[in-house]
């Protein structure tokens, strides 16, 4: 069993509306311009939507034909939920050389546990520049970060949605409860109508809150009232777990016979992925890193290896550079044993799983991995993109034309 | 501030589909299709049956308004077309319902 890495002082790496900010880092000519995200569920609604948009009238989940009505130069753009995915799994991948202990939330929100760093970068504020500085690598936009620094995850997540975008906010330690204390209850995780009855009781700030009694919250919303009253009255002050990476995954088959056809091996190295990718241990982390060393009838060896650029758990992304490497230098011999071994690993969300574990999901990724590059290529040939999505404009309208219309597909 | 609607139509701006197409349409002494397409054309097809008419007036308050009469016909060979008329312009269209 390995041992669960876990740090009190945490720092807390907020990205609001992260799927905005992915588009923006892959289509820069967006910045400065209203823009909007169409919900993944429903495409007919808005989803995420830059500050233009937001200054225009545009709000989230209101329909294209009411934004478009407020805003005419809205440009809408196609959610892809698995770009999203990878580029929060880069940025895990980044904090993890900063700290190792790392607790994803959701995309968009990390935790980084920072027990110990002052010896390494120095105090709160050089801790967070150097973690601004390892996120932000790559072309990062770190504007829209907003970071938090204090003891424990609650007070480290409210300090995050308090700092302004692109900087940081630092409780000092020991002031958890007083910071606390002045904070909306809109911080606390209540359902929303829970938090419209508070609002009703007079109850605005966390402070107010834990001047009741304990057990006259519980009495009101039950557990989650308890645990609200405590989180508030800082009394939870919950560490940042972070979950030492796996040791290699290792898959093998040996031959009854000696195989030298390329066809059958890399066919072998496929199932081999598959088998290896379904380990529990890999649950909740995403392959980087894989090779395939095989021994030979002559009893040499051979090995190839690959290192991801996005790091995956869907078995044709993991095996398609390994299999092109096989083509380009395959063993020199027969081979009796073939080993698929994952040697590194990255961090997913739960969300992330969801697209890491469901196969029907993990097979959309891989449609719409071919669809992207088909547009691509009509793209490179025609000049201009030629996939159009349709979406309902006014489909209430006695005219036609006004019901429905074209919006350019990117896959 | 608003940018103004006129601005160049990027590609990720929303294109209209089902836009009016302009038809030829020869009428009777009523207004009535009798038949649509070029006369020097071969492919001139006349009109079996009118199916339904109905009128529609919108934009009223953006002069001259929005006035359409269409018509949905059954044409020779048993097609259904959906026509209109711009009643400002008294020019023909044909248009998906």
């Known amino acids: 069993m390995t041992r669960a890495l876990s740090s009190r002082s945490a720092a807390c790496l907020w990205v609001p509306a992260w799927p905005l900010h992915c588009e923006t880092l892959r289509r820069p000519e967006l910045v400065g311009t209203p823009h909007a995200l169409l919900a993944p569920e429903d495409g007919r609604r808005l989803w995420h939507l830059s500050r233009e948009a937001r200054r225009d009238g545009a709000k989230t989940k209101m329909t294209v034909s009411q934004a478009i009505g407020l805003c005419p130069a809205l440009a809408l753009l196609e959610p892809d939920p698995v770009f999203y995915d990878e580029q929060f799994a880069h940025l895990l991948r980044r904090l993890i050389n900063v700290s190792p202990v790392i607790e994803p939330a959701e995309l968009g929100r990390v935790y980084v546990g920072v027990d110990g760093l002052e010896r390494l970068y120095g105090g709160p504020e050089e801790q967070l520049a150097v973690i601004v500085e390892a996120g932000g690598r790559e072309g990062g936009k770190t504007d829209d970060y907003r970071l938090g620094y204090a003891t424990g995850k609650f007070p480290a997540w409210v300090a995050a949605t308090r700092a302004r975008p692109g900087e940081a906010l630092v409780v000092p330690k020991g002031d958890e409860a007083e910071f606390l204390a002045t904070q909306p209850i809109a911080v606390l995780p209540l359902e929303r109508d829970d938090l419209d009855r508070l609002r009703q009781l007079g109850l605005n700030t966390l402070g107010q809150l834990v001047a009741l009694p304990e057990e006259a919250l519980t009495a009101q919303l039950g557990n989650p009232g308890r645990a609200a009253w405590r989180l508030a009255a800082g009394q939870v002050l919950d560490p940042v777990v972070g979950k030492p990476a796996p040791e290699p995954i290792m898959q093998g088959l040996s031959y009854p016979a000696p195989v030298a056809d390329s066809g059958m091996l890399a066919h072998t190295m496929s199932v081999l992925i598959e088998h290896a990718l379904r380990n529990p241990r890999r649950t909740g982390w995403r392959v980087v890193s894989a090779r395939v060393r095989a021994a030979l009838e002559q009893g040499g060896s051979w090995m190839i290896d690959t290192v991801l650029k996005d790091p995956s758990a869907d078995r044709e992304r993991i095996a398609a550079p390994l299999r092109a490497k096989l083509e380009m230098t395959p063993p020199t011999g027969a081979v009796e044993r073939i080993v698929v071994e994952f040697t590194d690993f990255v961090r997913g969300t739960d969300e992330l799983q969801l697209f890491a574990r469901d196969a029907a999901a993990a097979a959309r990724a891989g449609r719409v991995g071919a669809l992207r590059s088909a547009a691509r290529e009509m793209v490179a040939r025609m000049r201009r993109t030629m996939l159009y999505r349709i979406v309902e404009v006014q489909p209430w309208s006695r005219l036609p034309e006004r019901r429905y219309a074209l919006i350019a597909y990117e896959p | ?97």
């Open chain 2, 1 to 97: 501030m608003v940018p103004p609607a006129g601005t160049t139509v990027r590609a990720d701006r929303l294109r209209a589909v089902n836009v009016p197409q302009p038809v030829n349409v020869v009428c009777d002494e009523n207004g009535m299709p009798v038949a649509i397409g070029e006369e020097r054309e071969k492919g001139r097809k006349g009109v079996r049956e009118i199916m339904e008419v109905w009128v529609v007036h919108d934009e009223w308050w953006r002069p001259p308004g929005l006035n359409r009469r269409y018509v949905e016909v059954l044409m020779e060979g048993g097609s259904h077309l959906v026509l209109f008329e711009d009643l400002n312009t008294r020019t023909w269209f044909v248009q998906q319902p």
